[in-house]
């Protein structure tokens, strides 16, 4: 099983929409699929239907009380999509660095209960909260590799630097080096900022930063309005091409690392 986890410390780069089209063109591959909310804001679990807040389980259970593979399995939820399941958020989660306090040990507890299900799936992606606490933290230390989305224009530079500095200070309590890729996201050739940004990412994060780019693709927002995965809901839009030339990438990269 490959965890993937889907992390920057700013908000509208495209986390989410990197989740779901790479989720959803795995699963048109065949292959078993976890999407994993860690987000109070639950936007991954709403966009497949799932109105967390109704739900008796979540992943709000699993850093309250102790989980075997069965409790964590009631937890998910099936989407319409055969090969997709759903760990899904709730607003719960927003006062989980409250109480847990200093608790110890809590760093770890998403990569013990996903390794119970290492047999179920065979990738898993985690979608992250903009705020570094106890879920980003949960969620970067189960990861196989960092996926970073920086969408392209100026003020997306300095979450970017905020991000690799967390990466850094985590790094001391990691018996291996954090594996991460740059994911340039709404690209747009015809404004000076974007190709600026890209040249500078290219310039600043040489050797982390994926090659291509991902254009802005208002098809994004319509799959979205009409709960479809983005490569069911026009799979050759150039938003999901670009999509599956970064998935060939990330899984070469996964098979040779």
């Known amino acids: 099983m490959v965890v993937w986890t889907i992390a920057n410390q700013k908000g509208g780069v495209g986390k989410t929409t990197t989740t779901i089209t790479l989720g959803g063109i795995l699963a048109d591959q065949g292959f078993r699929v976890l999407l994993v909310d860690t987000d109070p804001h639950a936007s991954l679990s709403y966009y497949f239907g799932i109105e967390s807040e109704e739900l008796d389980l979540s992943i709000y259970n699993l850093f309250m009380e102790t989980s075997t593979k069965e409790q964590i399995l009631q937890s998910l939820c099936p989407t319409k999509y055969s090969h997709i399941d759903i760990l899904p958020a709730t607003m719960g989660l927003a006062t989980l660095d409250r109480a847990l306090g200093n608790k110890g040990g809590m760093g770890l507890v998403l990569k013990k209960a996903l390794k119970l299900l290492a047999d179920e799936y065979d990738y898993v992606l985690i979608d992250c909260p903009p705020v570094l606490g106890v879920l980003m933290v949960n969620a970067l230390a189960a990861s196989d590799r960092i996926i970073v989305p920086v969408q392209t224009e100026f003020l997306a530079l300095k979450g970017l630097e905020r991000m690799v500095n967390t990466l850094d200070i985590m790094q001391g309590e990691q018996a291996e080096p954090f594996k991460y890729t740059i994911v340039p996201t709404m690209f747009d050739k015809r404004t000076k900022a974007s190709l600026i940004t890209y040249r500078k990412l290219q310039d600043v994060y040489f050797g982390n930063v994926w090659s291509g780019v991902i254009p802005i693709d208002t098809n994004f927002r319509n799959a979205s309005q009409a709960q479809k995965l ?20 990330l899984i070469n990269a996964q098979q040779t690392s």
Request: hydrophobic residues 35%.
């Open 230 to 249: 983005p490569s069911d809901f026009l799979r050759s839009s150039r938003g999901v091409v670009a999509y599956k030339k970064l998935l060939h990438s």
